[in-house]
């Protein structure tokens, strides 16, 4: 059978640390989109490991796929595999035959793209991994696959093909000179075909190289368990998030079929968790409705207003500090607000949740009173889901309910002795929070360690 898991929010919702509990009955765990700009921190056997590309599933000794719909970087992939066989794991990584490559000349276009961008205000706030950029070629049939890795010929055939149009972007679009940039040799033909027919080499060595599609329906055939672990998160879906504040691929379930290749009914017919976070947390520009404070650079308008609500700003810093709201790639603070109903609604008709898993609860215990946004005021109308348009939903006004706050309690005895052992008041919150999204809670996430999880569904 499959589970598939999907960020209900803007990503970090904690879903490393679902994969990890419920990874553990998988045999094989499957990325399906993205690329090394999914930070995800697992805790295994007290060590902790962050990583950015390998699926979280690999350091439980899991087969990790990273299948067709990621963009891989080789370099990433081939660090994190080195720095986990130091620290004594054995991962197993397959990675897709159709998935595309990430070239450093995408990283390089990635800033130079933010940076014009930010002369008007208008940068995404990218990780600066080049994955737009990557998916651009995918969609417009430039890119380069790693099933190209593995065959010189085709390789040196596309890279002259796309690297001279690479270049006279960066010359006459941007106005910028190679020999200038901090990395001229990723414009460099023979370079980039020397370095990257070595990693196909690698790849192709180390057996790692699979059909993504057939890999898993294998899987299936023989009775195994799949996980499929989607990367960031719903309302940064490039279809179905506040475009153009995205990333560049499908995180909603839909995208466990598309980027890896079985039917939607193998997806369908097993479990789709939704993984929320009992606030808000978002890195990066774009409209937030139910935002505390503000960070610099990142919340439009708050570099000219600056601080405003003085309460809201030292809740919002008391929260990112508790939930440790800092990019586990970039390291930047993320912007943090109250839970966000509206935008979960949203969610879980898009991806058909069967079931929530509910993180950080521990991070709000000890407020006085715990806020939601229960849905929007938009042009004197009340909406109860996530307007289509970006524009529509920077005006959004959130209609706040308020729910009293629940003490500090111990998450090691609450994750032992069960659901019924968390306060009432945070009951009360999960209760509304299942009604309002017609979904059971399979799980609540209580401190950082995978331990520390409230587990009432057993999803295999
Ligand atoms: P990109 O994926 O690097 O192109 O970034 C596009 C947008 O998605 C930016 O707002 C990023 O901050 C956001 N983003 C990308 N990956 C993650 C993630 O793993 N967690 C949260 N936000 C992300």
């Known amino acids: 059978m499959t589970v598939t898991i999907v960020g209900a929010q803007l990503g970090d919702e904690g879903k490393g640390c679902i994969v990890d509990v419920y990874g553990e009955a998988a045999d094989v765990v499957v990325r399906y989109q993205g690329g090394d700009n999914a930070g995800h921190t ?3 056997e007290g060590e902790e490991y962050k990583l950015s590309l390998v699926p979280s599933g690999a350091v439980r000794g899991k087969v990790g796929l990273l299948a067709n719909g990621c963009v891989v970087n080789p370099e990433t992939l081939f660090n994190e595999l080195d720095a986990l ?42 990780t600066g991994r080049g994955i737009g950029p990557t998916y651009e070629d995918k969609a417009a049939r430039r890119g380069i696959r790693v099933g190209d890795l593995l065959a010189p010929e085709t390789l040196r055939e596309k890279l002259e093909r796309v690297v001279p149009q690479k270049r006279a972007l960066v010359e006459e679009v941007y106005g910028l000179s190679i020999g200038e940039l901090e990395s001229p040799a990723a414009f460099d033909v023979d370079t980039l075909f020397e370095t990257y027919r070595e990693f196909g080499r690698r790849l192709e060595t180390a057996g790692m190289v699979v059909d993504a599609g057939g890999y898993v329906t294998d899987a299936l055939a023989a009775g195994q368990n799949v996980m499929f672990e989607g990367a960031q998160g719903t309302v940064i879906d490039i279809d179905h998030g506040n475009y153009p504040y995205v990333t560049s691929s499908n995180p909603t379930a839909g ?10 009914g193998v997806v369908g017919t097993g479990e789709v968790i939704g993984i929320v976070k009992a606030y808000l947390s978002r890195v990066g520009s774009g409209p937030m409705p139910t935002e505390l404070g503000g960070v610099a650079g990142d919340t439009p308008g708050y570099d000219e207003q600056g601080a405003g609500d003085e309460q809201a700003e030292e809740l919002a810093t008391y929260i990112r500090e508790e939930g440790g709201e800092y990019g586990t790639v970039t390291g930047r603070p993320r912007r943090v607000g109250w839970l966000d109903v509206p935008m979960l609604r949203h969610a879980a008709r898009i991806s058909g949740f069967t079931g929530l898993a509910v993180n950080h609860l521990d991070v709000l215990a000890g407020l006085d009173e715990v806020r939601v946004a229960h849905s929007y005021s938009l042009d004197g109308e009340e ?9 529509a939903w920077a005006r959004c006004d959130p209609n706040l309910r308020t729910f009293d706050g629940w003490p500090a309690f ?23 929070l299942s009604n309002q999204l017609d979904t059971p809670i399979y799980c609540v996430g209580v401190g950082p360690d995978r331990e520390q999880t409230v587990v009432r569904e057993d999803v295999w």
Not at 89 to 110: C, K
Not at 255 to 264: M, S, W, Y
Not at 383 to 391: D, F, G, N, S
């Open 410 to 432: 111990d998450a090691d005895t609450v994750a032992a002795e069960g659901y019924d052992r968390l306060p009432e008041q945070a009951r009360d919150y999960l209760t509304y």
């Open 85 to 126: 066989r130091e620290r004594g794991l054995e991962p197993d990584v397959r990675v897709a035959e159709r998935a595309h490559v990430i070239f450093p000349y995408h990283r390089t276009l990635d800033g130079i793209e933010e940076e014009a961008k930010s002369e008007t205000d208008s940068e995404i706030g990218t």
């Open 383 to 391: 909406v109860k889901t996530l307007p289509a348009t970006t524009e």
């Open 255 to 264: 995208g466990a079929t598309v980027g890896t290749g079985v039917a939607p």
């Open 42 to 44: 697992v805790v295994h």
